[in-house]
């Protein structure tokens, strides 16, 4: 068994902090916010994972050194706006060769750079991967059948990743391909933000097909162009994480969406959800590199609007119904030589 350290003290940070612990681990958990260390440790309870109990057997910390100190795997559980500053933060304690696992999504608006490449820029030392997939906190915690994907640049460091998660409960396969994985995972909260609108706007089930359907599309459009593999999407941590976030009431995402197209502004929204809501920091991502890589993505570029130009819902999903008429698949339509 490991001595596995949790960097982030969120729901998915202790979601996995049980998962390992119950699967025989000796795990820490990392906080920055000195109440927090204090509220879990005295209540053992996570106060967004109701039902659930921390055991005695995990500690609880506010010391960085303490988290990382002698751990064969460090989990990366912050939020993706800290993730840079909190990296740079654990530099004095991280060994050569340190499997580090980052667990969150987004991508950084001013560098575009995804949070594996943030960490291996801050961390140059680390052996940096990904875990992935359609995976709700709030349903790893009860022990509900779940799948992930474990990314990473060697076979090695993946099937560790895979072996040490890994239970009757929790399946991880494994991937090369780690930039699809979180290019998936990243975008995919910007299309369920659009998802939660269409709710919010009290649209049905045709609407949200039509929204998980060509968001896949822009999302595996923009990912292959910049080098991921077109599988990837069309996998767990693509079309498979997209279908959970757009349609569970568990998602932030779509809760902060379905909020906005009530009418609420997306600073009402993000403080009544009262949880970050990656979809909005990556939502700003998303666009300049759709430009930066000449793909279009209509609906990442009217979510964009309703954010922060005050666009209203309702008239950006019309622009979307109303673009010019398209072929669904201008490959499709080549290869079979479709005449005129």
């Not at 490991?2 to 990392?30: E, F, P, R, Y």
């Not at 109990?53 to 100190?69: D, R, Y």
């Not at 822009?218 to 349609?247: K, P, Q, S, Y």
């Amino acid at each position: 068994m490991a001595a596995i350290g949790v960097i982030g003290s969120g729901t998915w940070g202790t979601a996995l902090a049980l998962l390992l612990q119950a699967k025989g681990h000796q795990v820490t958990i990392w906080s920055a916010i000195e109440k927090e260390v204090e509220s879990l440790s005295k209540e053992r309870k996570h106060p967004n994972l109701p039902g659930m109990s921390i055991p005695e057997e995990i500690e609880i910390t506010g010391n960085l050194e303490t988290a990382m100190k002698e751990k064969e795997l460090l989990v990366m559980a912050v939020p993706s706006v800290y993730v840079r500053q909190t990296a740079a933060k654990m530099k004095p304690w991280c060994k050569d060769g340190q499997i580090i696992v980052d667990v969150a999504k987004g991508i950084e608006e001013s560098t575009l750079m995804t949070l594996s490449q943030i960490i291996e820029e801050e961390l140059p030392m680390a052996d940096v991967a990904v875990l992935s997939g359609p995976s709700h906190a709030e349903e790893v915690s009860r022990g509900l059948p779940t799948t992930c994907v474990a990314g990473a640049h060697s076979r090695k460091t993946a099937e560790f990743i895979q072996d040490t998660f890994m239970n009757e409960v929790f399946r991880v396969y494994t991937s090369p391909d780690m930039l699809g994985i979180e290019l998936g995972g990243s975008l995919k909260n910007v299309i369920a933000l659009a998802a939660g609108i269409a709710d919010g706007l009290g649209y049905g089930d045709n609407t949200k097909a039509a929204l998980i359907t060509r968001g896949i599309t822009e999302i595996a459009r923009l990912g292959t162009a910049m080098g991921g593999d077109f599988r990837t999407f069309c996998g767990l941590t693509g079309i498979g994480d997209l279908i959970v976030t757009c349609a569970s009431m568990h998602s932030r995402n779509r809760r902060a969406g379905i909020l906005i197209g009530q009418g609420k502004t997306m600073e009402e929204a993000m403080a009544e959800v009262h949880m970050v809501v990656e979809g909005v920091y990556s939502a700003k991502a998303a666009l300049k590199l759709s430009r930066k890589y000449q793909e279009a993505m209509p609906i990442i570029e009217q979510v964009n609007q309703v954010l922060f130009e005050g666009k209203p819902a309702r008239e950006a999903v019309n622009d979307l119904m109303l673009r010019d008429k398209r072929i669904e698949s201008q490959e499709l339509s080549e290869a079979d030589g479709w005449a005129d």
